[in-house]
């Protein structure tokens, strides 16, 4: 069946240092791939997707490119700052799982020092 | 600013009672989903609404979970008795069909002692 692994943390950084979380995948089909991000005590927030291959998915300075040749779509930020501290999750959707239904990774936390 | 809302966001019972989750989707959205966070498991899917029909719920312990959308603005995820294995963090999720983005509630963090 499909599925999301994700680089265990937790990943301390100083800031303004370069980030990148691995991500890979496993799925027959052409899922689409996202990364959420979840800040202490609240809900995951869609940070950027990508929905087919070489696509590349950015937003806030992050960034993640759909690879399918090597089924990964790492996350990256070339500065993080103390604000980014959160977990962030990959996951998919489509392929054989159905359009709906998401499988998450178990989350990297991040905790970023100034 | 169009959010899914979740209530009550804490939650503290004793074993044996009855727990009513809450939440509200985004105006217009279609679709909802229960997830149970824990340390242990991670994100799981509960439960899978569209249009206020249940297609999903094998993620769900039937003998005392159950989800309903009574109508298009409000979904309820009750346990009934709850145990203290189903502490956990319950998140509401909310899309649109046919869409691939999935917009998340606060949760609701369940103790039960």
């Known amino acids: 069946g499909n599925s999301v692994t994700q680089m265990e943390g937790p990943v301390t950084l100083s800031e303004e240092a370069f980030l990148t979380i691995n991500c890979t995948y496993t799925?027959?089909?052409?899922?689409?791939l996202f990364w959420y991000v979840q800040y202490p005590g609240e809900g995951l927030q869609l940070l950027l997707k990508?929905?087919?291959?070489?696509d590349k998915g950015s937003n806030k300075g992050f960034e993640a490119t759909y690879r399918k040749e090597t089924t990964s779509f790492h996350l990256e930020k070339g500065s993080v700052q103390v604000s980014d501290s959160a977990v962030y999750f990959c996951?998919?959707?489509?392929?054989?799982?159905?359009?709906?239904?998401?499988?998450f990774g178990t989350g990297t936390r991040l905790k970023v020092l100034a | 600013d169009a959010r899914v809302t979740q209530t009550p966001r804490d939650k503290v019972t004793e074993m044996g009672q009855e727990v009513t989750m809450r939440c509200q989707p985004i105006?217009?959205?279609?679709?909802v989903f229960w997830y149970r966070q824990t340390m242990m498991q991670g994100l799981e899917l509960l439960a899978y609404?569209?249009?206020?029909?249940?297609?999903?719920d094998s993620g769900m312990p039937k003998d005392r979970f159950s989800a309903e959308m009574p109508d298009a603005t409000l979904a309820t995820l009750k346990i009934q008795p709850s145990e203290p294995r189903d502490s956990a963090v319950y998140f509401c999720?909310?899309?649109?069909?046919?869409?691939?983005?999935?917009?998340f509630g606060p949760g609701t963090r369940l103790t039960v002692l």
């Open positions: 609404f569209r249009n206020r029909a249940p297609l999903d």
């Open positions: 799925a027959t089909g052409y899922p689409s």
């Open positions: 105006l217009g959205h279609n679709t």
């Open positions: 996951a998919l959707s489509g392929g054989t799982s159905g359009t709906y239904k998401y499988i």
């Open positions: 990508a929905t087919k291959a070489d």
């Open positions: 999720a909310s899309g649109l069909v046919g869409g691939d983005t999935q917009y």
